[in-house]
């Protein structure tokens, strides 16, 4: 009745344990830190950090060591915690996402959308970076923008990048995001207006990905205004370009010649030897139910994927705005325990590493649809809930039946009628049905 939930807390214990048993890489003095045997070792420590919820952090302590008297002290918890680099619990949560094989997708492609969200942290004006203040005489506040790849399909997040919010580079991250990323199956990146630009679209395709980000509409100054494109309505055009750094009239020749200045970012130029780079895209402009048009560029073709395909495509992206909802209020990620952005850092990979053990989890419980009026679905909330007592929970302790408990806990779905205002929190909002196929 436990086999997967128990598998899946082992697979995730092994892990912690083969970077326990060789912590040099995860550790700022690999010399000295946790050599020693103490009540927090690396283990703990790494445990305790995914676990954790929003109180502080003696309650965390008192609540994961059963408020045993001996319990470990808030002091040594931090002085612990400043030994870990916070690439240890990055790399954590890369190895423990890469062992999830239950692979679902959308007609053989993996669905991955691209998107990033503010983290408000705690004030402190001497992190230049990442501070703000709107007047010199108001209180100021500090953000930090977290950079996600999300898979729509199975509802996990597969790679992240935090940046200070005065130094947010949204192309550059989707750039090492894509270059750095293992997935070797068909893929389609599905991100919005921020994403526009040649370099994305060439490092999507470079790895053999396929794309479908939306772009500044006809009267905007973003990609389309320098394309010969039709002036309004509906249209599906395929575009090739030779871009270049080149002005000369050899470079002008070139079929659909596109010169980028220097300040204009894209990696595969240089002044010696790749002076071009071809380039083929489609751009596709449809009109919306309540008259407004968007506007989109893919590689994807024209006969696989339609105008109408595309449009559908585009509205799934919603799925990690949804995504970021659960991650912050319901996962924890607007409680930190630290003012440091590398202790906070910690905490946001040790809480997308909850979050998709909780979703792991909720996929595989089969919810019995009974016959009434509306489907059914998880109470993600209450999932979340018991799935952090299940990490914190040891091996001398009754075992918690997960999955009873998520089956349990359901909420009715129920469509929005039209013209109704979606004021209720709906997990996922999806514009099409996906066609889905276990790997």
Not at 173 to 189: C, F, G
Not at 194 to 222: C, P, Q, T
Not at 282 to 310: C, H, K, M, Q, W
Request: net charge positive; hydrophobic share 40%.
């Amino acid at each position: 009745m436990h086999a997967y939930a128990s598998s899946l807390k082992e697979t995730l214990t092994t892990l912690i344990r083969e970077m326990s048993a060789a912590p040099a890489p995860y550790v700022k003095n690999p010399e000295k830190d946790f050599t020693r045997k103490k009540k927090l070792s690396f283990e703990t420590m790494m445990q305790l950090l995914i676990s954790m919820g929003g109180n502080s952090i003696y309650k965390e302590l008192l609540e994961s060591q059963g408020y045993n008297v001996n319990t470990a002290t808030t002091s040594a918890f931090v002085q612990q915690r400043n030994k870990i680099l916070p690439s240890a619990v990055e790399c954590l949560f890369h190895k423990f996402t890469q062992t999830y094989k239950d692979i679902k997708d959308y007609r053989w492609y993996r669905l991955l959308a691209i998107d990033g969200s503010d983290l408000h942290i705690a004030t402190d004006p001497a992190e230049k970076n990442s501070y703000f203040q709107s007047q010199p005489n108001t209180k100021g506040y500090n953000l930090l923008h977290l950079n996600a790849a999300y898979d729509l399909c199975n509802r996990l997040y597969v790679d992240a990048l935090v940046q200070p919010k005065r130094l947010i580079n949204e192309g550059r991250a989707l750039a090492t995001m894509v270059d750095r990323s293992p997935i070797k199956s068909k893929t389609i990146v599905i991100a919005d207006r921020g994403y526009e630009s040649y370099n994305n679209f060439a490092h999507i395709e470079r790895i053999g990905w396929n794309y479908v980000i939306r772009v500044k509409d006809l009267d905007s100054s973003g990609i389309l205004s320098s394309l010969r494109l039709p002036a309004s309505g509906e249209f599906d055009r395929d575009i090739h370009l030779t871009l270049t750094r080149k002005q000369t009239k050899a470079f002008k020749a070139y079929p659909g010649y596109k010169f980028l200045p220097s300040n204009s970012t894209f990696d595969f130029l240089d002044a010696h030897e790749n002076m071009i780079y071809p380039l083929s895209f489609r751009v596709v402009r449809f009109v919306l139910p309540d008259g407004a048009y968007e506007t989109v560029i893919t590689n994807l073709s024209a006969a696989d994927f339609p105008p109408d395909e595309l449009r559908s495509l585009y509205r799934m992206r919603w799925g990690i705005e949804t995504s970021f909802r659960a991650l912050k209020y319901t996962v924890g990620l607007t409680s930190f325990h630290a003012k440091k952005q590398a202790f906070i850092t910690q905490e946001i990979y040790a809480r997308m590493i909850l979050y998709n053990f909780a979703e792991m989890m909720t996929s595989h419980v089969v919810i019995s649809q009974m016959d009434k009026r509306h489907q059914y679905q998880v109470n993600f909330t209450v999932a979340v809930h018991v799935c952090r007592q299940f990490l914190r929970s040891g091996g001398d302790e009754p075992p918690l039946d997960v999955e009873a408990l998520i089956r349990k806990n359901i909420l009715p779905i129920r469509p929005i009628r039209p013209g109704q205002k979606n004021t209720r929190k709906i997990r996922y909002k999806s514009a099409v049905s996906f066609v889905y196929r276990v790997a």
